[in-house]
């Protein structure tokens, strides 16, 4: 038996029963994470901002944040992990899971190195574009027009700026303190590893 938690994106294109049969049929059992890591992730951003006199940079999604970093921005880049990599480290220690692979399904190539760089123990990380490729996962996917991780994370903050995907920049660049930012066109279900086309 193996474990396996699957990112939201991947949830939202299939059918629960679908998904859990083929899962079933592979030795996999979805597993989910106790804590509210969204939430968590939230407030440490809220701390993050409480003292930063500069712009504070999302790093939710490492590859706008490579973009932000590479164009040498004069922003605070706080420590703070994406969402999925807390999931990851809470299931990778969790005592009732121990000794058991856990595998974490991502819906791009650079949440999955983020994750492979951490070498949390018995953990994989797969995008899901290589999970269906091994498992010969046939069913079509429903094709998502909008993300179920929609912009407006951080509204309940303080207000953010209105974000352009592709961290090609920003309409108003006055005021900001936090930058949301996500690389994919429209969010992550655009990522190089979902199915959505
Ligand atoms: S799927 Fe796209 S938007 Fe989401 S974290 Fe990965 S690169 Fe960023």
């Not at 909008?146 to 005021?175: A, H, Q, R, V, Y």
Request: glycine residues 6%; hydrophobic residues 35%; charged residues 30%.
């Amino acid at each position: 038996m193996k474990y396996i938690w699957l990112n939201p994106v991947v949830k939202a294109q299939y059918d629960e029963n679908i998904l859990e049969k083929f899962l079933t049929s592979k030795g996999f059992v979805e597993i989910f994470p106790r804590e509210d890591h969204a939430n968590i992730v939230r407030e440490k951003y809220k701390k993050v901002l409480e003292t930063s006199e500069s712009n504070v940079c999302d790093m939710r999604c490492p590859k706008s944040v490579e973009v932000f970093q590479n164009q040498n921005k004069d922003w605070v880049f706080p420590e703070i992990e994406p969402i999925l990599i807390h999931v990851a480290r809470e299931l990778a220690g969790r005592e009732d899971l121990l000794g058991v692979e856990k595998w974490i399904v991502t819906p791009c190539a650079s949440l999955k190195n983020l994750g492979e760089r951490l070498e949390l123990k018995d953990t994989k990380f797969i995008t899901w574009r290589e999970f269906i490729e091994r498992f010969s996962f046939t069913e079509e996917p429903k094709i998502l027009h909008k993300s179920p991780i929609p912009m407006g994370f951080f509204k309940d903050l303080e207000e953010t700026p209105e974000g352009e995907s592709k961290g090609d920049g920003f309409k108003n660049p006055t005021n900001w303190r936090i930058v949301e930012s996500m690389f994919c066109k429209d969010g992550c279900h655009n990522g190089d590893g979902i199915i959505n086309e």
